[in-house]
């Protein structure tokens, strides 16, 4: 069941105005999908453990009025309801509060929710319109069904972790948790389609994701260069295996970033580096010669890099329609003019922290725009609101149930 008519009426921009989410993921691929279904609208409740809350909370430093940094990049537009789901009375309050949801989202181990009388199977006979998503490490089947599902884990055992860092380097692992971000994302997508299919059958269904799938999926070309020509990829630094040059070079004052992958672009590249006369080199007239002879040839554009500044390459070979991009530390993206005019960075009062500033959605939707509604919620912060809103509890018996422990 829905928000009431009139409170989805209060929100009719908003493209998931009127459907309810019940969230009992944690970490960071299921928060970060239930946050960009809060940034459409939806009215996402999420469901912590009572004096603990969600694992990121206590992640720091960097802890912001006593909220972790990394929790409130992941938590906007979400109210927190803390319930002891080892106590019966917290797993049937949580009952009650799915019977008037539309989606929940899960990422405890596999088997884990059977436990607690809430996995799908236990809810779908009472609500066959809900959607359910279970987000885990390595799948609900396989050897690995039951081992944690930590995004550098997977990143190692998937082979993304094989194919990032320098060549004859150690491993490296990517700088944010992207297979959690991507499984995030695909549960996201998915759930709006499980969402869109239910509006024809009336139906809802079991949406799985797991970070392994993720990871395979977001190996693309490292993937297919292996299944399809039995090329085994290895680190390439900044560079690119299949497009010369396509890398990182180092400049006066810093990196710079250069991309020149056809031939036009090649030539504008060697124009504005003053090397021109490579232009009749046979060794370089292709972009699959220009790999054969990368070891050539990127020598001889670092040297000619080296003479001028990032700012200045950036200008000349930006003039020119070669690709080329400065590599900013994180202070230098936010101060990036063009970051300011996307408006992107949002600042909302957070109950603790105060002005709070936080990235905003990604995508524009012109009719139906996503958007930053509320901060992230302090554990438990609306518990009183939502039991006595959604379930409509009387004050004393919401006062009983804390002096218990359940909340």
Same mark, same amino acid.
């Given at each position: 069941?829905?928000?009431?008519?009139?409170?989805?009426?209060?929100?009719?921009?908003?493209?998931?105005?009127?459907?309810?989410?019940?969230?009992?993921?944690?970490?960071?691929?299921?928060?970060?999908?239930?946050?960009?279904?809060?940034?459409?609208?939806?009215?996402?409740?999420?469901?912590?453990?009572?004096?603990?809350?969600?694992?990121?909370?206590?992640?720091?430093?960097?802890?912001?009025?006593?909220?972790?940094?990394?929790?409130?990049?992941?938590?906007?537009?979400?109210?927190?309801?803390?319930?002891?789901?080892?106590?019966?009375?917290?797993?049937?309050?949580?009952?009650?509060?799915?019977?008037?949801?539309?989606?929940?989202?899960?990422?405890?181990?596999?088997?884990?929710?059977?436990?607690?009388?809430?996995?799908?199977?236990?809810?779908?006979?009472?609500?066959?319109?809900?959607?359910?998503?279970?987000? /885990? +490490?390595?799948? *609900?089947?396989? #050897? !690995?069904?039951?081992?944690?599902?930590? %995004?550098?884990? =997977?990143?190692?055992?998937? $082979?993304?972790?094989?194919?990032?860092?320098?060549?004859?380097?150690?491993?490296?692992?990517?700088?944010?948790?992207?297979?959690?971000?991507?499984?995030?994302?695909?549960?996201?997508?998915?759930?709006?389609?499980?969402?869109?299919?239910?509006?024809?059958?009336?139906?809802?269904?079991?949406?799985?994701?797991?970070?392994?799938?993720?990871?395979?999926?977001?190996?693309?070309?490292?993937?297919?260069?292996?299944?399809?020509?039995?090329?085994?990829?290895?680190?390439?630094? /900044? +560079?690119?295996? *299949?497009?010369? #040059? !396509?890398?990182?070079?180092?400049?006066? %004052?810093?990196? =710079?970033?250069?991309?020149? $992958?056809?031939?036009?672009?090649?030539?504008?590249?060697?124009?504005?580096?003053?090397?021109?006369?490579?232009?009749?080199?046979?060794?370089?007239?292709?972009?699959?010669?220009?790999?054969?002879?990368?070891?050539?040839?990127?020598?001889?554009?670092?040297?000619?890099?080296?003479?001028?500044?990032?700012?200045?390459?950036?200008?000349?070979?930006?003039?020119?329609?070669?690709?080329?991009?400065?590599?900013?530390?994180?202070?230098?993206?936010?101060?990036?003019?063009?970051?300011?005019?996307?408006?992107?960075?949002?600042?909302?009062?957070?109950?603790?922290?105060?002005?709070?500033?936080?990235?905003?959605?990604?995508?524009?939707?012109?009719?139906?725009?996503?958007?930053?509604?509320?901060?992230?919620?302090?554990?438990?912060?609306?518990?009183?609101?939502?039991?006595?809103?959604?379930?409509?509890?009387?004050?004393?018996?919401?006062?009983?149930?804390?002096?218990?422990?359940?909340?």
């Amino acid at each position: 069941m829905s928000p009431p008519a009139a409170e989805a009426a209060a929100a009719p921009h908003r493209v998931l105005g009127g459907i309810r989410v019940v969230d009992f993921s944690r970490v960071v691929a299921g928060p970060y999908c239930t946050m960009l279904l809060g940034d459409l609208g939806a009215d996402v409740i999420k469901v912590e453990q009572p004096g603990v809350g969600d694992d990121c909370r206590s992640w720091g430093p960097p802890f912001v009025g006593g909220e972790s940094a990394y929790f409130l990049g992941l938590n906007r537009n979400k109210r927190s309801l803390t319930l002891d789901l080892g106590d019966e009375r917290g797993r049937e309050l949580a009952r009650r509060l799915i019977a008037r949801a539309d989606v929940v989202v899960e990422s405890f181990r596999p088997g884990r929710m059977k436990q607690f009388g809430l996995a799908c199977e236990d809810l779908r006979p009472q609500h066959p319109a809900l959607v359910y998503c279970s987000i /885990s +490490g390595f799948g *609900s089947t396989g #050897p !690995y069904r039951d081992r944690a599902g930590y %995004d550098v884990m =997977v990143s190692a055992l998937g $082979g993304l972790m094989s194919i990032t860092g320098t060549p004859d380097g150690p491993p490296v692992k990517v700088g944010v948790a992207l297979v959690d971000v991507c499984t995030g994302l695909y549960a996201f997508s998915s759930i709006l389609a499980a969402l869109l299919a239910r509006k024809t059958t009336g139906e809802g269904q079991l949406v799985e994701a797991n970070l392994l799938a993720t990871d395979l999926a977001v190996l693309i070309n490292a993937a297919g260069g292996y299944l399809a020509a039995g090329q085994v990829l290895t680190p390439q630094g /900044s +560079g690119h295996v *299949s497009i010369v #040059p !396509y890398q990182a070079f180092r400049a006066a %004052d810093g990196f =710079v970033m250069i991309g020149a $992958g056809n031939d036009k672009l090649f030539a504008a590249l060697c124009r504005e580096l003053r090397l021109d006369h490579l232009l009749g080199d046979p060794r370089f007239a292709s972009n699959a010669d220009r790999v054969s002879h990368r070891d050539e040839l990127v020598p001889l554009i670092e040297a000619a890099v080296a003479a001028d500044t990032v700012d200045r390459w950036v200008e000349r070979l930006g003039g020119a329609g070669v690709a080329v991009a400065p590599i900013n530390t994180i202070d230098r993206v936010f101060a990036d003019p063009h970051v300011v005019a996307s408006g992107q960075v949002v600042t909302v009062d957070h109950p603790t922290v105060g002005e709070l500033k936080l990235v905003g959605p990604a995508v524009h939707l012109e009719a139906t725009p996503a958007g930053v509604y509320s901060a992230p919620p302090t554990l438990g912060q609306h518990t009183d609101e939502i039991l006595a809103g959604v379930l409509g509890l009387e004050q004393t018996e919401i006062a009983r149930l804390h002096e218990a422990g359940v909340l």
